[in-house]
């Protein structure tokens, strides 16, 4: 099986591990790392993102460690005790790389 491991580097995002299968790829990442990237996108990133994928605005808020959200479904992230607030192991990046695609956007137009 071939895996590809992709490391990317900007000023909020630092050190993203992705390993990619013939499959949907899997992401490993630290939860305040995770909270550091929802915390630095634009007024109404969580609400576009929601309708872009056809997702409820909370099952976007859980996956981005927003649990208690009742609405919204699992995305896939699995959650395990470590440094940085625990290792984040997501089974679906698709939410993770339009927030990534939103912070482009917006360093872009600073």
Known sequence: MD???RVW?????????SLTTNTLPIMNITFN???RIKDHLPDGSIHRIAKELDLSVETVWNYFGGFTHPNGKPMGVHLEAGPDGGIVSLDDTRILDIA?????????HA
């Not at 580097?9 to 591990?17: D, E, G, W």
């Not at 990534?100 to 872009?108: G, K, Q």
């Open 3 to 5: 895996h590809a491991v």
């Open 100 to 108: 990534n695609r939103i912070l482009d956007e917006s360093h872009a």
């Open 33 to 35: 790392e995770l909270r």
């Open 9 to 17: 580097k900007c000023p909020v995002r630092v050190s993203i591990f």
